[in-house]
């Protein structure tokens, strides 16, 4: 299965990907019952970016990146590079050059489940990173891996053209074909949020709002003064 | 034991809880002689906050924020909560609709030894956060663990009532029965940085102003050209 | 060995240090064959910092800071303070007086391969640290360990005299002997970046650019529509 | 998704299976291009078993193993039940009673991204398990996941029905799909082996048998005296 | 507070502690509603060791074992040493010497938050350990701890005297005062235990012996064929 | 620096490696200043080897082991492979083909900062391992290391020809001009060992036999009863 490349993926549509880069993390990871989120030592190189798009994704070996430059052709703007590695590996597979290089070729940003490099250099460009840790040590060009087939990248399944939302939080993973079904929740979800929201700002509790009283004395749950 | 709320507390003297915040946990840490520091894991939200407030503790299950909800309820102004874990965990216990409720009810912050989402926007409300991650990941509402019991949390004893001190060196512990004492010394130990600071600056050496020199030759140092 | 302190030692040139911090530690690493790099670990305490100077070593005991004073003395303008411990330890090693007394003593930052505290005051400072966390907890002056001997810091080798060289990549050893030459390499690698640069950033790909198309259809890579 | 239990899944062919457990872990893996392969945190409770299975699925949350009561019902002789977590998690979710109860119903052993209970008593059974973790904590049975859906279990994604092959080197997953064609491939490489083990017994070189001087040469390694 | 030694310290009843023996780490730590479970770090030296004793507390600082000569004077036969450390550490402050000296004492086995070296001899001897890290690194005797005062182990308070139960699946702290209740639950529980077993092992699922299967239902569970 | 081969080192003499063997890690390390211990993570693949020998050393590539195979070729009998890498890495680069051909060429053991597979063969082979991991995963052979350099390796600095301890509490690196003083000291520190072994099984304190009380009570050691 090494060695192979995908040129063509179906990608999700382009409203529905604003609207979840909108919506952001926790509200759309919530809104599909909770999958599709990455391991949260996934950090961003900088704070204050909120991404979504389809996903290409490349998978390289520890201590390699050759298979970043072979996904840079097959990006189209808009996408998100998914990096995932055959095993736990924190090298700077991504440095100021290849951001440079995605960054031309229209990518809105990048998850790699490797090390970063250029930390200082990538963070004034303010394009959007999300790493496992970061480090100068450079990386190989020199082993297969492949582009567009499904990785598992920081524990999430991610298939090429899934959408992958990812902002100070950490990363989702939206499968394609759920990504309008998560939408509709996440919107709904969100509806609610502003009234919640100004009650719990009153001082109203999540006690009464959500109703929990019951179920907690059901459960047992006993008081002293 | 679990499933049990005590709904009032003994809190530590407004004052001293004024002192302690100003002195800083390393301070207050190093006036108590080295005791009640909570694990370095745990890390503020964002730079730069620094409170003191009587803890109120809640126990939760891994995956499962139920008991920081009931919390919620029996929360001072002016209270700090502490959140232990049962076991290690990172989901995102506490989020932006939490932190409006605690916020509202007079919280100054929360240290919680899980994670925390909803990053951007409780920094941006600059609601005070200490965790041992940051997770997008929600937790259910479904075991009870207790409110305002003794807790472990980061490898620290809390009791309810206890002082709480964070800032960006972490989270100390004060036992409320010490609080004056650990002010006492801190402010006297403070009184004496001033100077320290000051002939450190102007070029004097640790080893002549601590007076180390001897010490060191008895233990056997050996200068070599 | 432990309790010797070596007084002097041999430096690289000035000329040298000042051009390699201007590198910054991706180009240095790179421009020496990838070595010499600690572990990503070291984090800077706060993001903009870079520095090169000339390494001052120390090793100290778990939780013991006695070695640090012993240093300072020792320390001449511009160097680097680099600090090992003895076994895998958090404790705050290095506060804001410490900070205080190297940097009166001309020295341009610090290494240390254990805690920092006092986090606030000394990101106020603009003093420059990397450590392996940041931690309140302070340390005793009770044991001996040794000055300017070669230590393994973050699993990197450093000499008295080596040339550190630190930013928010993390920190490269540059081994007195070759700074020089590490020098050359890196200004002719840095002079070529700025052109590939432009190219990429036109759009050009990293699979021109660098002519990798014909390695990896030799490697076997495959193309599927 | 979450909440789904789906009771019939496509196994491989018995006699693949028994073929990928004489092979074991490691020859499996290179057989099928290093895909597939567990983290190396799972590790087995006692050492020497060596199982192989059609997997049937459980996702669990943190701190809770209901869904593996619920998988032990749809568990064939023969199956390797495999349980991932919504996020991680040590806690002891199987025990000797769990043990008891899915090996009388023919599963030849458990892969778990949880931690296992009952050590010595599972041990003295001669029950096959791999975990991340031993832990006394037991769990609860309160919130949903699901049985027999798609997991990834400590990095390796699993379809209900692949072939699990475990032993004292890990956990592999064999898609069912490709069970014939990975064991065609190990067996291939297995033939192998008897003959190359035999010439580096007698101090044959891999550098001559595998014929990598010319390559290393190529590639610029220099010899020293 | 550090510098501390109590000398007589209230100890359970041995007919409890030997009954808690008997019962266990996992049956011990449910029947106390599953609190006082040290981590799932602390891993014995050798297996197949089941211990029960009085806890005679030690704090030491990181990289030194001074307090646990200082134990070793006030332990009394059938006592289980619990050694604490101040910050996280795993340098072998217990080696075959203080094995063979609180053996001679009537220690039962030591319960360490730090190292512990003379693995193979200490694993001939049969002496009983669970540490966090087995490490030949040895240790000053330079900073004062205290001696039998309430410490965290682990992430477990454990107070002098409290009864410390230790096998192949970690370690729980039953409080003194609650050793009888403990015990009454744990053998109820335990009676339990092999008629369920019975039931299990004839092929009786969990979910009709527990009576799951209404909850499940209520709570949502689909079954697909 | 990479690239390079050594064909020939100067290792210690003989009979100090067997002496040194004898007295194992724990003694070896402290004879020599507590210096020299590679970080406990290094665990034998089995437990009760215990060897010494020369070092020849190689530093591979995350997930490569081209240089083990280059380094056999270079192993004299007698020899232990020590095995770095260039950055964190639990790939399974030593197996059994390999473990059969340097035990064919002499090899004591090998110690390597990366992974290990066929972990039953090796065992049954009773052929020494320590390694930082057993992992199914295999390596490479694209990218040039070196062999018989100074490497860094778990932490411990080894020149090729230097005496490396291993045994059931880690591994040790012994310079080779110091290896004949290190001898010296550890044979005098054993033969004080037996002695204090007789007096501490007699129930003699540490306290007393160290003559630790008086220096207990200078630090402001107060017993309460």
Chains 1, 2, 3, 4, 5, 6 share one sequence.
């Not at 990785?151 to 499968?175: F, T």
Request: glycine share 12%; with cysteine.
């Amino acid at each position: 299965m090494m060695g192979t490349v995908v040129r063509n993926i179906h990608r999700a549509e382009g409203g529905a990907i604003a609207a979840l880069e909108r919506l952001g993390v926790a509200t759309v990871h919530e809104a599909q019952g909770r999958t599709g989120l990455m391991a949260p030592y996934m950090r961003p190189l900088w704070r204050g970016a909120r991404i979504a798009g389809s996903a290409v994704t490349a998978l390289c070996a520890p201590g390699d990146n050759w298979m970043i430059h072979v996904a840079a052709e097959v990006l189209k703007p808009g996408d998100v590079l998914v990096v995932a590695c055959m095993s736990e590996n924190t090298d700077g597979a991504f440095g100021e050059l290849l951001a440079t290089s995605i960054k031309a070729r229209g990518a809105k940003g990048i998850v790699l489940d490797m090390g970063c490099r250029d930390a200082a250099e990538i963070s004034e460009m303010k394009f959007p990173v999300w790493s496992r840790a970061i480090s100068a040590r450079g990386t190989v060009k020199a082993t297969l891996g492949s582009v567009n087939i499904p990785v598992v990248c920081a524990g999430a399944l991610v298939h090429p053209g899934d959408v992958v939302v990812a902002d100070d939080d950490g990363v989702v993973v939206v499968p394609s074909r759920l990504a309008s079904k998560a939408l509709e929740t996440a919107t709904a979800r969100e509806a609610n949020e502003g009234e919640k929201r100004a009650r719990l700002a009153s001082g109203t509790l999540g006690l009464d709002m959500y109703g929990m009283r019951e179920s907690l004395q059901k459960a047992g749950l006993k008081y002293i003064d």
